[in-house]
């Protein structure tokens, strides 16, 4: 019997390096599209936007590994990232000339929610995504049963 998708987390941990941030964005992108849920191009880039982010403030102030998780809430797409500080992070003031700062602005931006909370390892930085499953997403775009197929294509 196949698991239902809200039970199928996919982990991985990213090196405190400032190239392993880029290498990151892949593997989430690459498990929300083996999860069966429909990714347009937005979509993917917002995702990879995001997590870019979330990885990035991990790794530039903590200067350890994090840990990433990808799973599907039952409604979102969630993506965790888990680190050893344990200073709940906020958006900050960045001024207009500064370089960083404004990460968790996109964050707040794009995605459906974001939060951050405790947990045993120091914090949890979270976002989430609605994202259609691959069989909402042909649902949609099948004709409905009143309405003829050449109306559905034009």
Sequence with gaps: MPRRLEESPYAFTVPPLDKAVPVA?????DRAQRMG?????????DLEL??????TNSITHTKASCVVCVRWTGERLRVEVTDVDPTLVSPSNAAPLDEGGRGLFL????ATAW??????????????LTVPTSTEASAESRPSPQEPASAAAA
């Excluded at 990714?39 to 993917?44: A, P, S």
């Excluded at 995001?50 to 990885?55: G, R």
């Excluded at 964050?107 to 794009?110: F, G, M, Q, S, T």
């Design 25 to 29: 964005r892949r593997p989430v992108a």
């Design 37 to 45: 849920l429909a990714l347009d191009e937005g979509l993917v880039q």
């Design 50 to 55: 995001l997590t870019t982010e979330v990885v």
């Design 107 to 110: 964050v707040d931006a794009l």
């Design 115 to 128: 939060g951050v909370e405790p947990c045993t390892a120091g914090k949890k930085t979270w976002f989430e």
